[in-house]
């Protein structure tokens, strides 16, 4: 088992796929021991998607359960303690680096539903369904072989995605074949795990009512469930930032209340 970064690292994610790639500074990041506790409920978190999955809150949240939010880089299997900008996910710089996930599981914590939460992060900003069928999806096979290498069984893959195809027009038969195609592909603990997927596709004041109806028809109350409606949070002057497509801060925390909520009702 690789506990820490500087061992040799058998899981080689070589990607360039993208201009964007997982944020992998561990400049002032403080290593945990990756091991759970067996008598400690632990939630351990896939979270995939674009880039509200991603890095690009306005502000970096810090948690109030600092000690038992930990954050597992894809790119080295590193664990670390969850501090904005988390590892794996893109976006680290230029003043975006705060991460929704961050305090979801704060928040978990807070509500009891768990002891420590970690999180692994693979969400690529920009990146459309289509890609995560044909070129990105290793990253999620990437994040189930590091969960497995710690002993760590995945609690639920968190998809916070829609918006990169409300811009590309997607329809509701091609973001459906192209999510079922790249479940195909993936390795067995990650088709055991519930899947969340949120309505997440507000972009520029738009959403998309194609692959609004693509998750209402993906879902089948078990392997793939609903997660939050964060369409709901709309316009500049609370949620979304200048763009008017990523969360400002208060977006941010509303959607963090979102996931809370429908995760503490779903999951064991």
């Known amino acids: 088992m690789k506990l820490f970064a500087s ?80 590892l794996g996910c893109s976006n680290s710089v230029s003043g975006t680096i705060g991460n929704l996930f961050t305090r979801v599981a704060d928040k978990l914590i807070t509500a009891g539903k768990y002891q420590r939460v970690i999180l692994i992060p693979v969400a690529l900003g920009g990146s459309s369904v289509s890609q995560w069928d044909t070129i990105l999806y290793p990253r999620l096979n990437i994040a189930s072989k590091r969960a497995l290498a710690q002993n760590s069984p995945i609690t639920a893959v968190l998809w916070q995605h829609g918006e990169a195809d409300n811009t590309l027009a997607t329809t509701q038969a091609s973001y459906t074949g192209s999510f079922n195609s790249m479940r195909t592909k993936l390795e067995a603990p990650l088709l055991a795990a519930p899947w969340f997927l949120a309505k997440s596709t507000y972009t520029v004041a738009t959403t998309s009512a194609s692959v609004r109806a693509a998750v209402t028809a993906l879902v089948n109350g078990s392997t793939l469930r609903l997660g939050p409606d964060t369409d709901t949070l709309t316009g500049t002057t609370v949620n979304r930032q200048a763009d008017d497509t990523h969360f400002k801060a208060a977006g941010a925390e509303a959607a963090a209340i979102l996931w809370r909520d429908v995760l503490v009702s779903a999951l064991p």
């Open 7 to 86: 061992e040799e690292d058998p899981f080689n994610l070589n990607e360039r796929v993208f201009s964007l790639v997982g944020n992998n500074s561990v400049s002032g990041k403080s290593q945990v021991y990756p091991r759970i506790n067996p008598y400690e409920k632990t939630g351990v978190f896939i979270v995939a998607g674009q880039s509200n999955a991603a890095n690009t809150g306005e502000i970096a949240y810090t948690p109030v359960n600092a000690s038992k939010v930990d954050n597992v880089d894809i790119l080295t299997g590193g664990t670390y303690a969850a501090a904005d900008p988390l």
